[in-house]
């Protein structure tokens, strides 16, 4: 999956951000988390508190911790994991969360276009968004091979969640005539992600540019 987050600049900021609401395989911090405030929530002994100090601590670059979230709240590792699962779904899950909020932005600010114009804006603001995102350039480089399992797996919580939400939007976009795909969306949807994951995080770990013009030529070709 491609990931981006909102403001990246402003941890503070970003802490605050209200979530979206989670796919059916989120955690239960997941869950209860799209129902409070991430201010009053953060550092509460409670499952959607779980989810925010282990968000905070990603968007500041720290290794997730699980040990130091329990302390943190005065809880047991088990009460932790039954809360968020393993750490590798508790990522999934912090990960999905930054990205589908960044995405839900995108979307909300091209009302103006239309059919493959609309999905392309939409696309290159997200994409944009993500080569900008120092956290996520951090974990790649702290955890290449657990980030990349973790973010590519197609029985992920990160992939199959973004697959999803591009096939909705390319589904609602067809549906107002404005979009007039040649295959099945959720194949366009996969083929996207696919694409986007092979320029961006091969090249976020070479670290070189990542090539997000070449990405959305191809993506172009695809959508239109």
Not at 19 to 43: D, M, N, Y
Not at 92 to 101: G, K
Not at 185 to 191: G, P, R
Request: hydrophobic share 45%; with cysteine.
């Amino acid at each position: 999956m491609y990931l981006t987050y909102p403001c990246v600049c402003n941890l503070t900021h970003m802490s605050v951000i209200p979530l979206p609401s989670p796919a059916p395989e989120g955690s239960l911090a997941l869950r209860e988390a799209t129902a409070v405030s991430p201010r009053l929530a953060r550092t509460v002994a409670t499952p959607a508190g779980a989810f925010f100090t282990a968000r905070r601590m990603y968007l500041e670059g720290r290794r997730l911790d699980m040990r130091a979230i329990a302390a943190e709240l005065d809880i047991s590792r088990a009460t932790l994991y039954r809360w968020t699962g393993s750490r590798e779904r508790l990522l999934a899950d912090v990960l999905w969360s930054l990205s589908n909020a960044s995405f839900e932005r995108a979307k909300a600010d091209h009302p103006e276009h239309t059919g493959a114009d609309r999905l392309l804006a939409i696309f290159n603001q997200h994409v944009g968004e993500l080569v900008a995102a120092e956290p996520l350039h951090t974990f790649l480089r702290q955890e290449t091979h657990a980030a990349l399992r973790i973010l590519t797996k197609s029985d992920g919580g990160v992939q199959p969640r973004t697959v999803r939400a591009l096939a909705e939007l390319y589904r609602e976009e067809a549906s107002h005539g404005a979009f007039h795909p040649d295959a099945d969306v959720a194949s366009i949807a996969y083929a996207v992600v696919r694409v986007t994951e092979g320029f961006i995080y091969n090249d976020a770990i070479a670290a070189v540019e990542p090539a997000v013009e070449r990405a959305a030529s191809i993506v172009s070709l695809l959508l239109r």
